[in-house]
Nanobody
Framework: QVQLVESGGGLVQAGGSLRLSCAAS????????MGWFRQAPGKEREFVAS????????YVEDSVKDRFTISRDNAKNTLYLQMNRLKPEDTAVYYC?????????????????????WGQGTQVTVSS
């Protein structure tokens, strides 16, 4: 079992950057495939990025792949999402999640239903 705590959200102007962190207050993140999802007001939760347990395999959704980077530091038990050149449409609550799969599967890693543990979310607001 793992408990996840996101941080790093806030208010930023368009074109700015933020780095979100997701730390495990309990458990070991290296046991899990990790993902970032976001949910904007009035919209469904959507996949943003995922990373395998060792960080060797990563995937970032096409809509943000030229601006967002997912990474992890298992020694620090922390997952990151670096977000550059932010746009107002990036405004959302961002969630990290852990999937207890035995091996990396890209299709599964993009599906919110496959994740076992979720953080409480961190708000990102991008002003125009």
């Amino acid at each position: 079992q793992v408990q996840l705590v996101e941080s790093g959200g806030g208010l930023v102007q368009a074109g700015g950057s933020l780095r979100l962190s997701c730390a495990a207050s309990e458990g070991v993140l290296s046991d899990y495939t990790m993902g970032w999802f976001r949910q904007a007001p009035g919209k469904e939760r959507e996949f943003v990025a995922s990373i395998s347990w060792a960080g060797i395999s990563t995937y970032v959704e096409d809509s943000v792949k030229d601006r967002f980077t997912i990474s992890r530091d298992n020694a620090k038990n922390t997952l990151y999402l670096q977000m550059n050149r932010l746009k107002p449409e990036d405004t959302a609550v961002y969630y990290c999640a852990a999937e207890s799969a035995s091996r990396w599967d890209l299709t599964r890693s993009k599906n919110a239903d496959e994740y076992d543990y979720w953080g409480q979310g961190t708000q990102v607001t991008v002003s125009s």
